[in-house]
């Protein structure tokens, strides 16, 4: 479909449609209601880098693996889904599913799953959160 629209189109043609799709993209994006913009302030955490957390806010994200836009097109597909989404430094939109615990949840309940699973001493809530405040 991609290559049946930029057919007969030059390099500089391409760009310059591209450019429009993506400028095009960008207000679809902010005018969608069931679409959360966010600050590009996100570390990867977790196994491999799974979670994108929100340095600001604690919120864990992860990578929408659905199709947002009709190939070349500013037509959205996934407009009814819950998306949070931010531009890159490269312009393009990165869209994203937020999960339901924050990082320092997901952190202490790690934690003390690993301290029943090791027979340790279960340590009170109250230490456990001082504990990931020191470690933060």
Same mark, same amino acid.
């Given at each position: 479909?991609?290559?049946?629209?930029?057919?007969?189109?030059?390099?500089?043609?391409?760009?310059?449609?591209?450019?429009?799709?993506?400028?095009?993209?960008?207000?679809?994006?902010?005018?969608? +209601?069931?679409?959360?913009?966010?600050?590009?302030?996100?570390?990867?955490?977790?196994?491999?880098?799974?979670?994108?957390? +929100?340095? +600001?806010?604690?919120?864990?994200?992860?990578?929408?693996?659905?199709?947002?836009?009709?190939?070349?097109?500013?037509?959205?597909?996934?407009?009814?889904?819950?998306?949070?989404?931010?531009?890159?430094?490269?312009?393009?939109?990165?869209?994203?599913?937020?999960?339901?615990?924050?990082?320092?949840?997901?952190?202490?309940?790690?934690?003390?799953?690993?301290?029943?699973?090791?027979?340790?001493?279960?340590?009170?809530?109250?230490?456990?959160?001082?504990?990931?405040?020191? +470690?933060?």
């Amino acid at each position: 479909m991609i290559r049946e629209l930029h057919s007969g189109m030059s390099d500089a043609e391409r760009a310059q449609h591209a450019e429009q799709v993506r400028r095009a993209r960008l207000e679809v994006a902010r005018l969608t +209601s069931h679409w959360t913009e966010i600050e590009d302030d996100l570390v990867r955490r977790g196994h491999r880098g799974r979670f994108l957390v +929100s340095a +600001s806010s604690d919120e864990i994200y992860t990578t929408y693996a659905g199709v947002v836009f009709e190939p070349g097109k500013a037509t959205a597909v996934s407009d009814r889904a819950q998306l949070h989404w931010y531009q890159d430094a490269n312009g393009r939109l990165v869209f994203l599913e937020k999960q339901p615990r924050t990082w320092s949840e997901l952190v202490a309940r790690r934690a003390r799953r690993e301290a029943v699973r090791h027979r340790r001493v279960y340590v009170d809530r109250r230490e456990l959160d001082r504990a990931l405040e020191r +470690s933060l």
